[in-house]
C-alpha cells in the first residue's frame, strides 16, 4: 500500500513588479541604439516630419484616386503620374509603420526614400500638370486639373522631409 499523499500548501503571493518604460521621439535616432522588441514612438505623429507624412499619405491618396477615377490609360502621361502616384503612397504607408515602430534606428533609408520620392513626384507633378487640356477629355478635365495641383502639393512634402531626412544623416555623419 502507497503511503497518502499530503495536501499541496499554499503559497502566499508574490508581489508583482512593474516597469514603466518611457521613450521621448527624436527625428535623428542614435543608430547605435539598439532593442530586441519593437517600440511603438506615437510621438513621432508630433514633429514635423511625421506631419509631413500623414500629409503625403492624404494627398498621394488624393491625386491617385483622381486620376483613377477617369480614362487615364488612354494617355501614357497619366499612367506615369499613376505609376508614382501608388508607387510612393504605399512605400509612404509602409514607411509610416517602419517611424511608429521605431525601427528606423535599425535602417538608415530616410534620405534615400525622400529624395527618390521628391525627385520622381516632380517630375509626376510636371507631367501631370502639362498633361491636362481641355483638348483632350473635357469631362476629366477637373479631375486632372486637381490631381496636378494635389501632385505638386505632395511634392512639396516629399521635399521637407528630404530635408529633415538629410539634416539628420548629417547629424549622424558628423558624430
Known amino acids: ?22 521613450t521621448s521621439s527624436s527625428f535623428t535616432a542614435n543608430l547605435s541604439a539598439s532593442s530586441s522588441t519593437l517600440a511603438y514612438d506615437r510621438e513621432f505623429l508630433r514633429t514635423l516630419p511625421g506631419l509631413l507624412m500623414v500629409t503625403e499619405i492624404v494627398l498621394g491618396l488624393l491625386v491617385w484616386t483622381l486620376i483613377a477615377g477617369t480614362e487615364y490609360f488612354l494617355y501614357p502621361a497619366f499612367g506615369w503620374v499613376m505609376f508614382v502616384a501608388v508607387f510612393y503612397w504605399v512605400l509612404t504607408v509602409f514607411f509610416l509603420i517602419i517611424y511608429m515602430t521605431m525601427t528606423y534606428t535599425r535602417i538608415p533609408q530616410g534620405l534615400c526614400f525622400n529624395g527618390s520620392a521628391f525627385i520622381l513626384y516632380l517630375i509626376a507633378a510636371i507631367v501631370d500638370a502639362s498633361s491636362v487640356t481641355k483638348e483632350l477629355d473635357s469631362h476629366n478635365y477637373n479631375s486632372w486639373a486637381a490631381s496636378s495641383f494635389f501632385a505638386f502639393v505632395v511634392t512639396s512634402c516629399y521635399a521637407g522631409n528630404t530635408y529633415f531626412s538629410f539634416i539628420s544623416w548629417r547629424s549622424r555623419t558628423l558624430q
Open 1 to 22: 500500500m502507497e503511503a497518502p499523499v499530503p495536501p499541496p500548501q499554499e503559497q502566499p503571493p508574490r508581489p508583482r513588479s512593474h516597469t514603466v518604460t518611457t
